[in-house]
């Protein structure tokens, strides 16, 4: 009897609990990822040619993540952002974490965000707006500081063993200005037994006295070529 | 020294009557499922197989296998979520106050798998913390029926949502009887 009684009271629990389960049709606990797009991607996003921290800034892009459960999110990190040309990137622009970077002084570049190769923004034409012209370059000593436009000249004196720092003030072709171009510049001189140049800083070290032709190239594209006649005292 | 001459010792005697045994049990999941703020209820059956070792009336150490068919839509957005595959690690606490009845307390730990239906995602793992109690009925040498209650703490596997991971907590209660057989 004892047997009986405790061997159907397991088989009873048995086809109770097989009777139990949730089946529902609710929306999950946790949302799915609808879809993923690039802010504004049907307008095209421009980016300067040159960045300058404070001054010239980089053009962001963010992408807009839509979920089941009809919210919506931002999101710019762990993105690959892609030219639609197949490599990783264009030739011409950088995107990191939803920042252009351009590396030309023109180009255009249509740039799509992937998350895991599963989610695809439709793509973002991205114009890089070009630097056109050189304002005016900068010849700084220690004591004093002259702007030249260029093509022109300067009579300059400085000390023995003194240089001389040269900067570049330049104009976008939405003629915004950019002061102090420090990206993608080269600095020569026409005559190393007068004045040599740092290339890339325009720090000039003056050997004698003599004149000296000073070119700033910047993306070998935009140049400017100022005179120095230089004294040593 | 002693130290090796005693543990030996000790570890005969948790096991002085100990067995083998396989066995089979079936349980009645109620899962909670805690995503930040929100929570969501779920009952699936699930079905244990079991083997294992030791004196139920002192220690004795346990492996199952379960399989759970969940038809919720916890992760799953179209469709259901599906099956889970489970293997757990138990150790018991057993008495004999006579009566052929034989209560135990047991803790383990478990991992396992689900079937999910997501765009990033087509299983998620998971690993648990399990605590429970319950009693064996002891109908002969060859047979026991057990009767209990098992509590289990689950974390789910990071999901990502491109902007945020998420986190996925579940508590389990899982009242289930069940049939061993020692050897």
């Not at chain 1, 952002?81 to 974490?97: A, E, M, P, R, Y």
């Not at chain 2, 379960?66 to 489970?86: K, P, V």
């Not at chain 2, 990033?120 to 429970?132: A, V």
Request: charged share 20%; aromatic share 12%; hydrophobic share 40%.
């Amino acid at each position: 009897m004892k047997f009986s009684t405790l061997t159907l009271l397991p088989i009873s629990l048995s086809l109770f609990f097989l009777g139990c389960g949730t089946e529902s049709n609710e929306p999950p606990l946790v949302p799915e990822i609808l879809k993923i797009e690039i802010n504004d991607y049907n307008t095209t996003a421009n980016a300067y040619a040159l960045y300058v921290e404070n001054e010239i800034p980089k053009t962001e892009m963010h992408i807009n993540v839509f979920y089941s459960d009809d919210t919506e999110a931002t999101a710019t990190e762990d993105l690959d952002w892609v030219s639609l040309d197949g490599s990783d990137i264009s030739q011409d622009i950088l995107v990191t974490n939803g920042e252009i970077t351009a590396f030309r002084n023109h180009g255009d570049a249509n740039v799509t965000a992937t998350f895991r190769e599963k989610f695809k923004t439709p793509a973002r034409h991205v114009h890089i707006i070009p630097l056109t012209k050189i304002l005016s370059v900068t010849a700084q000593t220690d004591a004093n500081t002259s702007e030249l436009t260029p093509s022109t000249e300067l009579n300059i004196s400085v000390p023995t063993g003194e240089s001389i720092k040269m900067l570049a003030d330049g104009q976008f072709e939405d003629e915004k200005n950019i002061t102090t171009i420090n990206q993608s510049i080269i600095w020569t001189s026409s005559n190393y037994d007068v004045a040599t140049i740092n290339s890339i800083t325009g720090q000039m070290n003056v050997i004698k006295t003599g004149a000296v032709d000073i070119n700033v190239s910047v993306y070998n594209e935009v140049n400017a070529t100022v005179t120095l006649n230089i004294t040593i005292k | 020294m002693r130290v090796f001459i005693f543990l030996p010792l000790f570890y005969i005697s948790l096991f002085a009557e100990a067995a083998s045994y396989i066995g089979l049990s079936l349980e009645s999941s109620t899962e909670l499922f805690v995503l930040k703020d929100e929570s969501r209820n779920a009952t699936t059956p699930q079905y244990k197989i079991k083997a294992g070792y030791g004196d139920i009336g002192a220690f004795s150490v346990e492996a199952s296998f379960s399989y759970m068919n969940y038809a919720t839509d916890i992760f799953t957005f179209n469709g259901h979520d599906g099956r889970a595959l489970m293997l757990d690690i138990t150790l018991f606490k057993g008495w004999d106050p006579g009566y052929d009845l034989y209560p135990y307390v047991d803790a383990g730990i478990g991992m396992g798998d689900m079937k999910v239906n997501r765009e990033l995602e087509n299983s998620l793992t998971f690993s648990s913390f399990n605590f429970g109690t319950g009693v064996r009925y002891v109908i002969n040498h060859t047979y026991d029926f057990d009767i209990g209650m098992n509590y289990k703490l689950r974390t789910w596997q990071t999901i990502a949502l491109i902007k945020d991971n998420v986190h996925v907590t579940s508590h389990l209660l899982n009242p289930y009887v069940g049939i061993n057989y020692h050897f």
